[in-house]
């Protein structure tokens, strides 16, 4: 169930694109700068509310809050269906961006909070693979959507889109109201017994120190908001985790790379699919082993930065269409396995923080990261066509100050725990 909500909510924040094609830009006299600014306020709101939400998320019951906010979200797609300006779309933005705020660092609390650590990884490969396939097929479904629909009722095909993706995560959310779990200490009789309650509870006893209780008492606000933002690790993760998501912005731009490779337009969407579909393959892969060694993420984040930093490095200097098209599917991969593993690595590095520490810990790297998708917004302008030195040369470096970080992390860690 948290797999296709978070596909959904990934599609109903990136259809903005897709909308764009369809007419959207035209209808609403939308220029560059101006349909760049539409896709940089949702960060705004995205980013400021992660950590206070978060906040409410521990003191509430995540069956209720997340579909709430996924139901209410979805509605707020359905209204731009109907905007007619330029403002109203970006007032809609703003409120998309700080409702979608809490679901992502939501996720990634309530997944942590019933995995140990070494079935984590996993786990979040499987979550972040939501996002992979909405980029490999999303794409294709709003394609079938604004040309089937173009024209029904007198609404242009790009409204259709917000309407029908809306409308499914509408849906979705109040499905997800009766079959999402809440936390072990306070999750539904209705939904697993009290003898399942008392294992989930064990297992995590048994994996790490911090396993809450109902009844516990809790951290203030303001205390537990000082505790992570005085934790050396969590700011070694905001560094590391922000190059991850600063390097794949790259993935808004794969059309456009393809294309500037030689592709013709429509042979250059489909030509993102194997990209995608390689991305998926590693990112499970990874997931996987990362379980099995999970003493050695650190390095093996190190390693596919690594591999990303050396791809951006040769594609700054070969250009035969061949070679750049399979640095780049080799690039794709290493970033979007390197996103779900730092996310799992993140989660088990604080789960010995008291429950609300680690809950703000986890939405300010998430929240940080997606900081950094607004300047790698605009790393590949039309005017660096085709080499783009300029994005692989920036990005180059982001991997490099990935992989010290996550070195340094799994060297700190390491002696931390011989001490």
């Not at 903005?16 to 101006?34: P, R």
């Not at 998309?96 to 650590?117: D, H, N, Q, R, T």
């Not at 490969?125 to 009722?153: E, K, R």
């Not at 969590?234 to 393809?258: C, D, Q, R």
Request: aromatic share 14%.
């Amino acid at each position: 169930m948290m797999w296709l909500m978070y596909l959904l909510s990934y599609m109903d924040r990136t259809n903005i694109g897709n909308a764009k094609i369809a007419g959207m830009d035209k209808d609403l006299n939308l220029d560059s700068n101006k349909y760049s600014i539409v896709l940089v306020v949702f960060f705004v709101g995205y980013v400021v509310f992660e950590v206070p939400s978060n906040m409410i998320l521990t003191r509430t019951r995540p069956s209720r809050y997340l579909p709430g906010i996924m139901f209410v979200w979805g509605g707020v797609t359905i209204a731009m269906a109907f905007t007619r300006t330029y403002e109203h779309m970006i007032g809609f933005r703003i409120l998309m961006g700080v409702l979608e705020s809490g679901f992502a660092p939501g996720v990634l609390l309530l997944l942590s909070s019933w995995y140990k650590s070494e079935e984590q990884s996993k786990r979040f490969a499987v979550y972040i693979s939501a996002a992979i396939l909405s980029g490999a097929f999303g794409g294709l479904l709003a394609g079938s959507i604004t040309s089937g629909l173009d024209g029904a009722h007198g609404k242009a095909g790009w409204r259709w889109l917000f309407v029908v993706e809306g409308a499914a995560t509408m849906g979705v959310a109040v499905i997800a109201y009766f079959v999402l779990p809440d936390f072990p200490s306070n999750t539904s009789r209705l939904k697993f017994s009290q003898a399942e309650i008392d294992l989930a509870i064990q297992r995590l006893q048994h994996n790490r120190p911090q396993v809450h209780t109902e009844d516990e008492a809790k951290l203030g606000h303001w205390k537990a908001f000082k505790l992570s933002m005085t934790n050396w690790r969590t700011w070694l993760f905001v560094v590391g985790y922000m190059a991850i998501v600063g390097s794949s912005t790259l993935s808004y731009f794969y059309p456009t790379l393809v294309k500037g490779l030689g592709y013709e337009s429509t042979t250059a969407q489909y030509m993102t699919i194997p990209i995608f579909g390689v991305a998926f393959v590693v990112t499970a892969l990874t997931g996987y082993f990362a379980d099995k060694k999970s003493q050695w993420r650190g390095v093996i984040l190190c390693a596919w930065m690594s591999i990303a930093m050396l791809c951006a490095i040769i594609i700054c200097v070969v250009y035969n269409f061949k070679a750049r098209y399979a640095l780049l599917v080799i690039m794709a991969a290493a970033l979007w396995a390197s996103n779900g593993l730092s996310l799992s690595y993140a989660s088990t590095t604080f789960g010995s923080m008291p429950n609300e520490t680690r809950a703000i810990s986890l939405a300010f790297v998430n929240a940080m990261g997606n900081l950094a998708q607004i300047y790698g917004a605009y790393l590949f302008p039309a005017s660096e066509k085709p080499k783009y030195l300029k994005g692989f040369g920036v990005i180059s470096g982001l991997c490099f100050t990935g992989a010290v970080s996550y070195v340094l992390l799994h060297v700190f860690l390491k002696g931390k725990k011989r001490a």
